[in-house]
Each structure stands twice: as structure tokens, then as C-alpha cells.
């Protein structure tokens, strides 16, 4: 097995497949730090190249975004790995084009799987640009309702996107 190739029970995939998705979730995080002025594109880049780098060691379980405005959550999205993906339809980037709110900030939560042990995280810790720390935040939307989603897919690799408004 060459260090480029990933295997699940029943699909594979390549670290260039991991790549081409995570290229269209930096795509939306760049356009919704663009649309609601609250993240620099570096460092929605930054909070990509996260992504990518835990993805890439498979780490990563989900990304979840949210729109706050004075405490309250107005927008949400979420990309959940998957790494079984090759049924799905792969979708383009956008439809996340945000309101600017008053009072508004991005929180940024990622989840990741169980091979992210202690040891992982200091391995992986020189390679990450944002300094992560635990977050006990509810990110389960329930104020907001479904608003669709798309999926971005690569061979066997995808991202699930779920999107939630109020």
C-alpha cells in the first residue's frame, strides 16, 4: 500500500481526493467569512489548511460553522467525512452567502474521530495554523431548521454538507 493511498472497509482513495474536497469546503468557509465580514480570507484559509492537514491523517469526523449575532445562532453548516462516499453526486461549492448582523461573529468546531489520541495531537500539533482548543458548545442547531445541503465527493472521499437557518 503506497503512503498516498487510504483504505476503508470497502473504498479507496487517495490524499489528492482528500484535496479536491476539502478545496471546495475552503471554498465556502472563504465565502462565508467574505459575506459576513467576520473572518480575514487567510484565516479561512488557515481554519482550511486544518481541515486538510487533520483529514489527510484521518482525524477528522466533522467541521461545523456558525453564524452568531448577539448570542443568537442565525446560520449553521456543517461537513461531515465521509469516507464510504462514492454513491454520492458531487455538488459545486456556494449558497453560503451570509448576512452581515450586527453584534456577529463565526464559531468554528471540529469533531474528530477516535484515532486522534494524545499522542496524534502532539504529532500533529506542529502541523496545524490555528491553536484548538476544547469546546463544550452545543452545535446540534436546534433553533435553527434544515435548509438542504450538497455533498462534495472525490472517489471514495466526501464531505456531507448539512446547511441550518433561522
Known amino acids: 500500500m503506497s503512503m498516498t493511498q487510504v483504505r476503508s472497509a470497502s473504498a ?4 489528492v481526493d482528500i484535496e479536491n474536497v476539502v478545496r471546495r469546503v475552503n471554498a465556502d468557509l472563504v465565502m462565508i467569512a467574505d459575506s459576513t465580514g ?15 492537514v487533520l483529514a489527510k491523517a484521518g482525524y477528522l ?8 449575532s448577539n448570542g443568537v445562532e442565525i446560520k449553521a453548516v456543517r461537513f461531515e467525512v465521509d469516507t464510504d462516499a462514492g454513491s454520492l453526486s458531487t455538488s459545486r461549492p456556494g449558497g453560503v452567502l451570509w448576512p452581515k448582523v450586527a453584534g456577529a461573529k463565526l464559531r468554528i468546531v471540529l469533531s474528530y474521530t477516535d484515532d486522534y489520541t494524545s499522542a496524534a495531537r502532539e504529532a500533529t ?39 441550518w437557518a433561522s
Open 38 to 52: 467576520c473572518w480575514t480570507p487567510e484565516e479561512a484559509r488557515n481554519y482550511a489548511h486544518d481541515v486538510e
Open 125 to 163: 500539533k506542529g502541523k496545524l495554523k490555528i491553536g484548538w482548543v476544547t469546546c463544550y458548545d452545543d452545535t446540534s442547531h436546534a433553533a435553527l431548521s434544515s435548509s438542504g445541503g450538497r455533498n462534495y465527493v472525490s472517489n471514495a472521499y466526501g464531505m456531507q454538507r448539512k446547511d
Open 12 to 15: 479507496t482513495y487517495t490524499y
Open 61 to 68: 469526523k466533522w467541521v461545523d460553522v456558525t453564524l452568531i
